[in-house]
């Protein structure tokens, strides 16, 4: 069998995994959980079983041999896919199932862990999940300390020490920024007007505003989880989720902007090479960057409220109350806050810096699983001068490490890194600042098409930055951002 | 592989196509079909190929020779699971490809068809289908006439044969009974007070209800499609659904209690078992019965309303301006009409009997494609007095044929007698029709779920009816619950 077809029949399995991911976060009754987990398992062990398999060998190594490099995507299909066959090849099938096995009944401890502010229901589960994290980390090895492979599955060609330094270089300046924009917004009192913002309203605003950035329904949908996603199903079925807070409706609406950013992205990737590392999206820290360009550069600017405050009056009639200028104040309001997901654009990254830190410790070994909710309020308190006042406020938050999704952090900085850089890019083009002056969200969608979701995975993440920018991935244009617009 | 292993590892194959079917109808982006499809057919596929594997038979040879009846339940599994592998085995994949293939395209010409009332548009793919119906039964043999193996793929045990003196027997009685049911409803004036009855309070009221008669929520949901299903994801995850009329709450009401017998009848099921057939349902005609049960002996009955007809006017203030025994008459409401899946309780087996006289004719060749529109009318003439306006009406009103589901009526009408024969042993308990007359339908449930449901696939449905009422399966029960519900 041709590697392509093997690719893409690889990709059906995968995807059908999707659907009952999906299902599982939106829909799944919760006796369900344990049948779910054993269909997931045999999905992805059937999915590993097909990628590692001698016919997929052999197909790879046929193909690199009549490889003529005559068709450079054709070539970085094949480096990609002999990359993909290295990693999976080296962790056994019992292994990855146990894996599925483990994060899909994790994922559900970590609910009620979360629901009780209970450390003690999780941890369990995460000592198996870190035990695993470094059993895959030395069995693919890694060119200075374990963690390097686990973020090697998120970002391609990234390393621990280049993230690591990244940050450290960032902390001062965050932290900087942070403190400057904190303290602007404590002089300011100006407040969203109180609710109810009924949620059937705020839905109906989503929409059309995920549809006026370009998401397309016939191909996507929104729904509700406890914790907003995006995930694809198919080339042509891109699920977006969001959660709905009736006291302020621009929580899900700018997770919609989020989301839909993720979306517009893996509604963007070539169709026909869907399965194909050129019709997939090539890293996390590029995925991310797409969904804080729409939510932060687009979704925060004054031109976006010219065209959406009007209309999010009429959806909210209360909104009428409040002035123009302090609504921007509103949407921009920073201070310091417990909950990641919940954070402002000023003191966000200080929250992934925080992660970084640990998740690093507890693949070195050196901070233990029933330590981390000591560690985390330690250093929250360094970073933020104020300490959670439960764990579910604390490091029983984020849903990523019960899902095994150790090494994730990063690249959220990394997005917010690319998405100013690629965003001062694109506004190089008359067309694209029109366009966004006047609520036209075309041009932009259209820039990004061709010089970022239309590649897929062609280039790695360097590459590609420096491909769509003309410049090597760089702090400059972010951090410019944020001190224009918090410390102006 | 241990032959149970291998049972339950086909379930879980089958049970994740059941996810992707249920999204399919629920929620699937209309651009996603395509890929849908090939998720679909991969599954389908690799069920297939694990059912029809050396492995398998091997196993299930092993099996059988280590048997020594020393578990009736075991040996019942084991003749089951030989029987499935018998079939099969017996179609070459070259003609399930082609029947997959036949059907795919009938199924959008059947929906044509229907929509342009065009027969011709449709004759053709039924010829074709017809055929491979022929085919598949030579292929699996059968006592007396081809048709015997296609009912045989639904109701295990069923001859054409006994169900054809069955109906026979029938025809005149239920003639009689529908014709006194539809004298007498013409005869009151009674109408269901003016919608709108809100879909949100219709919501509510299916959901309390459903909750009454015992359908755990914890394993289980209810959600909304075009045509109303029942679907089983894994066993604690069971799926109904329904569609809303905004002037007729009892339209979805009466449809989730159909579904939820469909439910209720999966959820007690033994989970432990489940992928084997002592924990599957054992035919579409005893899975019939307990929708019919729940619908028509429960949800039609006066007691029930005693109880529920206060709460449903708390739901829709409307309900207050008719009578009781009027709305009662509503719901007992009998007309001839044209469409099967609008045919009330007193009139509903005769287009059943209709269609399996039909479908009879056409796998026997003693009815040509060609001819079947004029015998469908012929027919329903001699049986309602009246003919369908048109095809759409008639012959192209249902979409079972085009899915080569030939042989598959006739469990509706065994639905309804083994509902009505169930019913009657249930209520020899005292506890039973205690509970029914107090709204109580606890007692019920558990001697549905001890009689039948427990027992999963591991009696005939004759010898399980014969089991749990102490009768050979018969008509009387059905005669006389629609004697004294419609002729009294």
Redesign the interface.
């Known amino acids: 069998m041709n590697l392509y077809d093997l690719a893409r029949?690889h990709a059906?399995?995968a995807?059908?995994a999707e659907?009952?991911g999906w299902?599982q976060e939106t829909?799944?009754?919760?006796?369900?959980a344990?049948?779910?987990a054993?269909?997931l398992a045999?999905?992805t062990a059937?999915a590993h079983e097909l990628s590692t398999s001698d016919a997929w060998k052999r197909a790879l190594s046929g193909a690199e041999a009549s490889d003529d490099r005559s068709n450079p995507a054709y070539s970085a299909n094949l480096r990609e896919l002999r990359r993909r066959f290295h990693r999976a090849t080296k962790l056994p099938v019992e292994l990855v199932s146990r894996e599925a096995h483990v994060s899909s009944l994790a994922k559900h401890a970590w609910a009620a862990a979360r629901e009780a502010s209970d450390f003690t229901v999780f941890a369990p589960h995460l000592e198996k999940l870190v035990a695993i994290a470094r059993e895959k980390a030395d069995r693919w090895g890694y060119p200075d300390e374990p963690f390097d492979a686990l973020l090697e599955t998120y970002e391609r060609g990234a390393t621990t020490r280049s993230v690591a330094g990244l940050f450290d270089t960032l902390r001062p300046k965050l932290r900087e920024i942070a403190d400057c924009a904190v303290d602007h917004s404590s002089r300011r009192s100006a407040r969203l007007p109180a609710g109810p913002y009924p949620i059937e309203q705020q839905q109906k605003l989503n929409e059309a505003v995920a549809r006026s950035l370009g998401f397309?329904?016939?191909?996507?949908?929104i729904?509700t989880t406890a914790h907003p996603f995006c995930t694809t199903?198919?080339?042509?079925?891109v699920r977006l989720t969001t959660r709905y807070d009736e006291n302020d409706f621009t929580s899900s609406l700018f997770g919609v902007m989020h989301e839909a950013g993720h979306g517009l992205y893996e509604q963007g990737l070539p169709d026909a090479d869907?399965g194909l590392p050129s019709g997939e999206a090539v890293s996390l820290g590029i995925h991310e960057s797409q969904s804080r360009l729409w939510e932060n550069h687009i979704g925060r600017s004054d031109a976006f409220w010219w065209k959406w405050f009007p209309i999010a009056c009429d959806h909210f009639p209360q909104l009428r109350s409040i002035r123009f200028e302090d609504f921007l104040e509103v949407i921009r309001r920073s201070e310091k806050s417990l909950i990641r997901v919940e954070a402002d654009e000023a003191t966000y990254d200080l929250h992934i810096l925080l992660r970084f830190d640990l998740e690093r410790g507890l693949i070195r070994g050196d901070l233990k699983v029933n330590d981390l909710p000591a560690a985390w309020n330690e250093r929250f308190h360094a970073l933020f001068g104020m300490t959670p006042v439960d764990n579910r406020h604390g490091c029983l938050q984020d849903i990523h490490w019960s899902m095994g999704g150790i090494g994730y952090f990063a690249t959220y900085t990394l997005g917010n890194l690319n998405a100013a850089q690629l965003f001062e890019a694109a506004k190089r083009q008359p067309a694209v600042t029109n366009g966004i002056g006047n609520g036209d969200y075309a041009p932009l969608l259209a820039w990004l098409r061709k010089n970022v979701h239309a590649l897929g995975g062609t280039l790695d993440p360097t590459e590609l930055i420096r491909h769509a920018t003309g410049t090597t991935p760089n702090a400059d244009a972010y951090l410019a951002h944020l001190n224009t617009r918090y410390c102006g």
Chains 1, 2 share one sequence.
Do not use: C, M
């Open positions: 029949e059906l399995i995807s059908s659907v009952l299902d829909f799944l009754p919760e006796a369900a344990t049948h779910r054993n269909q045999w999905l059937k397309d329904f016939t191909a996507g949908r729904d199903l198919g080339p042509r079925d869907f």
